[in-house]
């Protein structure tokens, strides 16, 4: 059971350059998050889902988009990569019922050029 | 949106020591998690607490949901518990969809 999985760990971008964040669940979760943390800082909620086929925006999602085209996958572009967008990226998850907790990924890396 | 606010920012303790860290919230709220943020950068999930009092080996958690706070205990402090600790909440109401909302964490330095 890998719980948030996250792809990749690490990456180094080139302004202007897009690429895209896997977040991978294996726990059927409805529910699932895009946080960016900046140093120093908590972190703040992107972009979200709340099922298949569902997307919303969160805090700070300027820049960014999201696709949950399957329930266990939920992918976070940068579509024209800026060095505000420097960061720490985190994926959660959670049930959609009742009062649950998230389940946090290992964050990915992300410096921009 | 809800204000979380957590105290101290920074805190030097020695080994041993015990030491108690605060999260304020402005609103009411459904969830109410407490995290550890390892030197890696993974996010270690401490707690679920929305209300009342949970144990955890060493680490404790009250949370009084009336009064909006919630307190993390950390008793016999070892190095191993260096790092950022952050307390996230979710406000109450049937739209929120679990959206978490973190404060700014308290930095946790234990010398041997």
């Known amino acids: 059971n890998a719980g948030v999985t996250q792809t990749p760990k690490f990456r180094v971008l080139k302004t202007g350059q897009s690429m895209t964040l896997l977040c991978a669940q294996d726990?059927?979760?409805?529910?699932m998050y895009w946080y960016r943390q900046d140093p120093g800082m908590g972190l703040r909620l992107i972009h979200y889902?709340?099922?298949?086929?569902?997307?919303a925006k969160g805090e700070v999602p300027d820049g960014y988009n999201v696709s949950r085209l399957k329930k266990q996958n939920f992918l976070l572009g940068l579509e024209s990569a800026a060095p505000s967008q420097t960061s720490v990226y985190f994926c959660?998850?959670?049930?959609?019922?009742?009062?649950?907790?998230?389940?946090f990924g290992d964050g990915t890396r992300l410096s921009i050029l | 949106g809800i204000q979380v606010e957590q105290s101290p920012p920074d805190l030097i303790l020695q080994e041993g020591a015990n030491s108690t860290l605060r999260c304020n919230f402005s609103d009411s709220v459904n969830n109410l998690q407490w995290f550890h943020q390892n030197p890696w950068g993974q996010l270690i999930n401490l707690f679920y607490i929305p209300s009342g009092t949970k144990q955890n080996g060493r680490l404790s958690a009250t949370t009084v949901a009336t009064e909006r706070y919630s307190l993390l205990y950390i008793s016999s402090s070892q190095t191993t518990d260096s790092g950022v600790y952050f307390c996230?909440?979710?406000?109450?109401?049937?739209?929120?969809?679990?959206?978490?909302?973190f404060g700014q964490g308290t930095i946790l330095t234990v010398h041997p």
């Open positions: 889902s709340v099922g298949e086929g569902t997307t």
């Open positions: 959660a998850s959670r049930w959609d019922r009742g009062n649950q907790p998230q389940h």
């Open positions: 996230a909440v979710e406000t109450a109401g049937g739209t929120s969809y679990g959206k978490l909302t």
């Open positions: 726990m059927n979760h409805e529910y």
